[in-house]
């Protein structure tokens, strides 16, 4: 599980440096495949099994929407940076080993998973907050779930497998849903670009 | 199935069948048919809410499904918030000019998510394990955000996408500390996260206050807890007025209960002081940052989410301190700021109809101008802002001297001057709105006024009864059910 978790957080901050929407997605998804295939190679009941088609159903489920709205929200050019790659990767390992530090060991069958777990989770929370680009913001909750996906399959005993499922399904919702904000923002504004929603503020 | 368990199962499929009528029924029927199945869904769930209050020593305890006296008066709140919320509806769908979606498929992907919102919302309180609950948590916020989003305007594609990232990233940590629960608990599954078998987890303490913390943390992204608040003023004041009650009067208590059964669930491991004392810090915190923003004067849809925020944070106080008055005052509030809030959203349609500035801007003198609407918007505003005899100041009374029974003086103390101060504030802007000098030159009727003024008239009784029942809460079987909790 070690290499695997590791190829994780390894894939996670290519999304949190990556200029190109279509790479991150491409990353995302292939985070989705090593999940899947840690879940088929390391599970030992049927519901291993289904555990790990739920995770590539919903790798491919999720790619092939992001590519979808990729194609139809083709931008003249990338969104603005606001912070610069080195710096985001810089903020999102010290958030990750900070939360390292901070959690003690809770159980998970190695304690690599559990570092990967808060990692992926640190590098998630960091892209959502320092991506300006709305598809970016929603990669970065795919990566907060993968963490999560790692930890369930790392968990002592047997998994839930309809909470599974059903997380999956939510995640899957909440991208549908971004998907539509996405295009809209998009119509409207010219970019997929969070910088132009700043209209609602208080002082 | 027991016959409770038959009346949940009922109330859970009843909006699905409504969202599935939704797709099916002919346009010119559509509101009718809509309104028909709303007032279907709450029958059941006020059947099942009053079979919860009456008899509060029969719980329901099972894996998947719990029905407890907490969990009733959520259901009752729901109920009664989704059906009114449903009868003015179509109203808002007469009146709008844009929408997210196409216009002629509009209204009908309305009524769907309305639907499809409000079965995942009912299944809140009624979810027998953490991890369910946490399902239908993450599944309302889909749902509501593109409610929130409905109109498609700039404001509202703002407001929607604030929403979606900021409590579904919450809802991700909120996940981390379940996960870590579960891990720590040595695995076991569903079983494991059972509100019944999670008191009795062999817990390493340090591991479940740290979960507890982030678990907590998650949940006020959705509560709109401060200091992680940002969504709720913004999706509050842009979403449509039968979404906005929806979100404010039971959304946010809805997910709140979760938290409170997390804390009664881990204290036997962290210890109630500790456990209590997360939830007392994010009410302070809460009430002080709602304070400043209740001073200034604010869009009426705007200063009502903020009243949001200051009265989720009088809950989490009253849930974090515990004890008879406490959670008696938490009763109380939890219905009166339901009762109250939904009739100001409500009030938004015809006030936005009537004085088109006030989406934006402050109002002032409605009762000159409009004064069947400057009753509505006087009754609201002057029943949040907890002026007597509004159930609010019964149980805000009950909560600060609950801080004091159970022994935290100095946070009682803190919360009966910040709610002096919102007090203040909210005073200010019902004078101001109601008999104070009309600003905006630009006024047209108030459609939809009609449908305010008959809720209003429904709901001053209520709050009054509210304020009579108040006083004989604490002592008795419902305030001892919510003192047992599920464990």
Known sequence: MSGIAWTLVALAI????????????????????????????????????????????????????????????????????????????????????????????????????????????????????MRRATLFQVLGIVLVEN???????????????????GVAVDLLLVALVAGVFHERIFAEFGAGDTAALRSLRDS | MTPREWLVTLVLVL?????????????????????????LTALAALTLATVALLEPTHRVLGRWIVVDPAGGIIVGVIACVGVASAFVSPQFLSMRRGSLFQAGRADRIYWATFFAFWAVLLAVPLAGNLGAAWLAIEATTAASALLVGFSGRARALEAGW???????????????????????AGGGGIETLTWRTLPHASLDPDVAVVAYVLLLAGLAAKIGWAPVHNWLPDAHSEAPAPVSALLSAALLPAVLLVAWRSQQA?????????????????????LAVAVPFLWQSQAWKRLLAYSSLEHMGV?????????????????????????????GFYAATPLLAHEPRASGHGVGGIGTTQPALGVSLGVSLGA???????????????IVAGGFQVGRPWAAGAAAILLALGFLGLAHALIDTVIGKPRGRDRHPALGLRAVTTMTIVVVPLLLALTVAALWLPDSAIVQGLIRGLG
């Open chain 1, 147 to 165: 963490g999560l996906a790692l930890a369930a399959l790392s968990l002592p005993g047997e998994p839930s497998l309809a909470i599974e499922i």
């Open chain 2, 266 to 286: 881990l204290a036997p491991t962290i210890g109630v002081r500790t456990s209590g004392g997360v939830l007392v810090g994010f009410g302070l915190v809460s």
């Open chain 2, 315 to 343: 809950i989490a106080l009253g849930v974090g301190f515990g004890g008879t008055l406490a959670l008696a005052g938490v009763a109380i509030h939890v219905v009166g700021h339901a009762l109250a809030k939904a009739l």
């Open chain 1, 14 to 129: 290519g999304v949190i440096v990556v200029r190109r929407r279509s790479i991150a997605v491409a990353l995302v998804t292939a985070q989705a495949f090593v999940l899947a295939g840690a879940a088929l190679t390391e599970g030992t009941s049927a519901d291993d099994v289904v555990a790990a088609t739920a995770l590539g159903v919903r790798g491919v489920v999720l790619a092939a929407l992001f590519l979808f709205l990729v194609r139809r929200t083709r931008e003249t050019r990338p969104v603005p940076v606001g912070v610069a790659p080195l710096a985001r990767a810089a903020a999102a390992v010290t958030l990750a080993l900070t939360l390292i530090w901070l959690v003690p060991p809770f159980g998970l069958d190695t304690h690599e998973a559990e570092q990967a777990t808060l990692s992926l989770v640190a590098l998630g929370l960091v892209t959502a907050a």
């Open chain 2, 162 to 184: 604030k929403y979606l990232i900021l409590t579904s990233l919450g809802l991700g940590v909120a996940l981390l500390g379940i996960l870590m629960l579960e891990s720590a």
């Open chain 2, 15 to 39: 909006p699905l069948i409504g969202v599935a009528a939704a797709a099916a029924t002919p346009s010119a029927l559509l509101s009718r048919v809509m309104t028909g199945m709303a007032a």
């Open chain 2, 384 to 398: 949040l802002a907890g002026l007597p005899p509004s159930p609010l100041f019964v149980s805000e009374v009950l």
